[in-house]
């Protein structure tokens, strides 16, 4: 390879060293430089993502809390109606009156309420409405299609939360 080396004139020598220095440059560049500032301006656009869902995390986190306070004075409005009670009157009120069957206690936080032939619109109403409202939970629900047009036959298990 000296000998190759040597063999050239000092002109094509020249050539070959500035031309080794390019190519090396254009490598470095190729294989180095441009992968780094490509990572980086990902890296940048996911940092500005994340941000932005993180503000919209925190956001939703206040209405979380704010809903969570409404819950804790939607219970405070039971008047101290056990939950046999608030279940049995508020399924009454929501229209659900013929359809009751049974409201067993399972514990002191937790009810099996059975309806047949129920409304599957009020009875959703009226789940809905003691969720928001009284935060009671329907923890355990079954149902199946009862005889006639939206009627079903129910046992939902509440529990106060």
Known sequence: MKVWWYGLQQRERRMLTVGGVVLALLLAWAFVWYPLTRARSDLQRQVIDQRQALAAMRADASEAQRLRGLGV?????????????????????????????????????????????????ALMNWLESLARDCGVQATDFSADRADGVGLVNVRVTLEDH
């Open 73 to 121: 004075q939607g219970q405070s409005s039971r008047q101290g109606k056990s939950l046999l009670a608030l279940a049995d009157a508020s399924a009454r009120g929501a229209g659900l009156t013929g359809a009751l069957k049974r409201v067993e206690p399972l514990s002191e936080k937790s009810v099996r309420v059975s309806l047949d032939a129920a409304s599957f619109d």
